[in-house]
């Protein structure tokens, strides 16, 4: 945490920073970082689509996880996977968002379409 009582957020693997008062969501912060955080419920731990990895050494720079996340999460919390919309930032964190599915799909298909072609 800076001397300002500030939290440094870093959204993965875009390299997104942002600056946060503690207590701050993370799906939160990754909305004002543009960080591309996917979700639908609104941030009510309805829809699991706002997962996120949290790096090992950022683990004790969030809150704990609320009853909701143990229920949904289950044995991913212990992989360091979180809510975005549960978490609370306490100090200076790292976190890996997932690459959108379509997005995904998308790049798998050109990949695989970029191997056809140089087959000719």
């Known amino acids: 945490m800076s001397a300002r009582g500030m939290c440094r957020v870093t959204f993965r693997p875009d390299e ?5 008062r503690p207590g701050t969501t993370l799906l939160d912060a990754a909305r004002r970082a ?3 955080v996917r ?5 009510v731990a309805g829809c699991l689509m706002c ?3 949290v790096d090992a050494a950022s683990a ?3 809150s704990e996880p609320t009853a909701a996340e143990r229920h949904k999460l289950g044995p991913l919390l ?3 996977v979180r809510l975005s919309c549960q978490a609370k930032v306490k100090g200076d964190v790292t976190v890996t968002v997932p690459e959108d599915p379509l997005k995904a799909a ?4 050109l990949a695989e379409q970029q191997a056809d072609d140089e087959w000719w």
């Open 16 to 20: 997104r920073s942002i600056d946060v």
């Open 34 to 36: 543009k960080a591309p």
């Open 39 to 43: 979700t639908r419920c609104g941030g």
């Open 51 to 53: 997962k996120v990895a």
């Open 60 to 62: 004790d720079s969030l």
């Open 78 to 80: 212990d992989e360091g």
């Open 106 to 109: 998308i790049r798998k298909k």
